[in-house]
């Protein structure tokens, strides 16, 4: 049913959650699955702080990126799936569309991630990126939140 999952991560419970989630998925259907992390690199590409190194905190950005996708990736590895792992480069762009497009480039049929299901003012002040996918995608997505405490 689904050859191709895509899994964005961030190493919230609710993103653990969801990768564990579609590792059970991969199994059952045998699918390729991705994993995929956003840096943000824009905020700190501009000039013009004298105290800041900008290339300097981007590198530094993108090693704890790494290192998120590292450690998702072998927690899918100790739930026997094998997954192809991208970090994906954001440069000020939404960050549901970066997903969406990555996801449609690489040809996945469902899309698996958590939702931290914020309400009320902090949802309007933070938005939603698991929203913005559902808005954007062109396949199906499935979203899992962490029962909360």
Same mark, same amino acid.
């Given at each position: 049913?689904?050859?191709? =999952? %895509?899994?964005?991560?961030?190493?919230?419970?609710?993103?653990?959650?969801?990768?564990?989630?579609?590792? #059970?998925?991969?199994?059952? %259907?045998?699918?390729? =699955?991705?994993?995929?992390?956003?840096?943000?690199?824009?905020? %700190?590409?501009?000039?013009?702080?004298? %105290? $800041?190194?900008?290339?300097?905190?981007?590198?530094? =950005?993108?090693?704890?990126?790494?290192?998120?996708?590292?450690?998702?990736?072998?927690?899918?590895?100790?739930?026997?799936?094998?997954? *192809?792992?991208?970090?994906? *480069?954001?440069?000020?762009?939404?960050?549901?569309?970066? $997903?969406?497009?990555?996801?449609? *480039?690489?040809?996945?049929?469902? =899309?698996?991630?958590?939702?931290?299901?914020?309400?009320?003012?902090?949802? $309007?002040?933070?938005?939603?990126?698991? *929203?913005?996918?559902? #808005?954007?995608?062109?396949?199906?997505?499935?979203?899992?939140?962490?029962?909360?405490?």
């Amino acid at each position: 049913m689904y050859q191709r =999952i %895509f899994v964005p991560v961030d190493d919230s419970d609710t993103s653990n959650l969801a990768l564990s989630e579609a590792c #059970k998925l991969a199994k059952v %259907f045998g699918s390729s =699955i991705k994993l995929v992390h956003v840096v943000d690199l824009a905020q %700190f590409g501009w000039g013009g702080t004298e %105290f $800041l190194d900008a290339t300097e905190l981007q590198k530094s =950005i993108k090693q704890a990126g790494e290192q998120v996708l590292g450690q998702a990736g072998e927690r899918a590895r100790a739930q026997g799936v094998e997954p *192809e792992c991208k970090i994906l *480069e954001s440069w000020g762009d939404k960050i549901a569309a970066v $997903l969406s497009d990555d996801a449609s *480039e690489w040809g996945a049929d469902l =899309i698996v991630m958590g939702t931290h299901g914020l309400g009320g003012l902090m949802h $309007l002040l933070m938005g939603s990126v698991a *929203e913005g996918v559902l #808005k954007v995608a062109d396949m199906p997505v499935l979203l899992l939140r962490a029962p909360e405490d």
